[in-house]
């Protein structure tokens, strides 16, 4: 029959303007979280991460804030340019001490226009 | 310094055969993991192994198994095989287990008919 995809979100952006991309987790308890931007036929390709002792970490051109209140992640990107387009997800990590495993969010699109 | 490596990149099976995919981690890393993509379930996590032990294992029914070798290598086994099997496998590698910096493989599609 026919399969019925998750409803992926879409943002969509002009070039050069900022984009942020929001993500809520469901654990407590994780301790280290993950942004990965997935290009089409390409693997997940790793963006920026924060533990959950911070609210918001910086990289070239990305920052994340974490909110643990209300267990909300959000990847803001600066000056997004058109390389930027991609699937972004937010992953959480449930590290037991002996063992991970990442859970990941549905992603969201991100279309930057010209 | 190579990526994780993983093969073959397209597989076309028929139902009920059985699937093997194979991943290399990055040089050093110890722990691989396997994911299944799918437009109807996103990314989900079928295991972890770490020193060729099984550390962590998904919602996955039994015909989904994998393995890891002496020098990280990891293969990951699909029994018979159903439709819904189809999707995008992918391996990461960290170097250690619980560590940042998990770094993926651009999969294998596989596609059963």
């Known amino acids: 029959g026919e399969s019925v995809g998750l409803h992926l979100p879409t943002l969509s952006v002009q070039e050069g303007d900022n984009s942020i991309i929001n993500c809520a987790y469901s654990n407590s308890a994780s301790d280290y979280f993950i942004w990965y931007k997935q290009e089409s036929g390409k693997g997940p390709q790793f963006i920026i991460d924060i533990r959950s002792n911070m609210d918001k970490r910086q990289g070239q051109r990305v920052t994340v804030l974490l909110n643990k209140t209300v267990k909300h992640l959000s990847l803001q990107i600066a000056a997004t340019q058109p390389g930027d387009s991609a699937v972004y997800f937010c992953?959480?990590?449930?590290?037991?001490?002996?063992?991970?495993?990442?859970?990941f969010g549905t992603g969201t699109r991100l279309q930057v226009t010209l | 310094k190579a990526g994780v490596t993983q093969t073959p990149r397209y597989l076309i099976k028929t139902r009920g055969q059985q699937v093997t995919l194979s991943c290399s981690p990055i040089s050093g890393h110890r722990s691989v993991s396997w994911y299944q993509q799918t437009p109807g379930q996103g990314l989900q996590f079928l295991f972890e192994y770490f020193s060729e032990t099984q550390r962590n294992k998904g919602n996955f029914p039994g015909r989904f198994s994998g393995r890891q070798f002496s020098n990280s290598r990891s293969e990951m086994n699909v029994s018979t095989l159903e439709l819904g099997d189809s999707a995008l496998y992918l391996c990461?590698?960290?170097?250690?287990?619980?560590?940042?910096?998990?770094?993926f493989g651009s999969g294998t599609r596989l596609t059963v008919v």
């Open positions: 992953a959480e990590n449930g590290y037991t001490g002996t063992a991970s495993k990442l859970t």
């Open positions: 990461a590698s960290s170097l250690l287990t619980g560590q940042r910096g998990y770094t």
